[in-house]
């Protein structure tokens, strides 16, 4: 079992940067990808980001790639996503998800494959 916390969240305006984060209970973290989706009212949950079990490998969706990064800290079970040159359309609830690390595969985008959620934090880019 897996929960996750994520905090960090909150009110920017554009062009402006936060950097939520995700933590992790138990002691199987290295045992999971993580990834970043969000969802905005009235829209799907989509895919942010996500990174390998063991950091080395990251992965972005389009819309995010040269903005934000995926990182994570093993040692303190808690993985981040730095946000830069925030824009209106960013503004969601922000979730964090574990999906069960399988060599050789990558991280999955898809959020089925991922077994465990936060609660989600808000994140709101004013124009």
């Known amino acids: 079992q897996v929960q996750l916390v994520e905090s960090g969240g909150g009110l920017v305006q554009a062009g402006g940067s936060l950097r939520p984060s995700c933590a992790a209970s138990?002691?199987?973290?290295?045992?999971?990808?993580m990834g970043w989706f969000r969802q905005a009212p009235g829209k799907e949950r989509e895919f942010v980001a996500a990174?390998?079990?063991?950091?080395?490998?990251?992965y972005y969706a389009d819309s995010v790639k040269g903005r934000f990064t995926i990182s994570r800290d093993n040692a303190k079970n808690t993985v981040y996503l730095q946000m830069n040159s925030l824009k209106p359309e960013d503004t969601a609830v922000y979730f964090c998800?574990?999906?069960?690390?399988?060599?050789?595969?990558?991280?999955?985008?898809?959020?089925?494959?991922?077994?465990?959620w936060g609660q989600g934090t808000q994140v709101t880019v004013s124009s």
């Open positions: 990174i390998t079990s063991s950091g080395g490998s990251a």
């Open positions: 998800a574990a999906e069960r690390a399988t060599w050789p595969m990558s991280p999955s985008s898809r959020a089925a494959e991922y077994e465990y």
């Open positions: 138990g002691r199987t973290f290295t045992s999971y990808n």
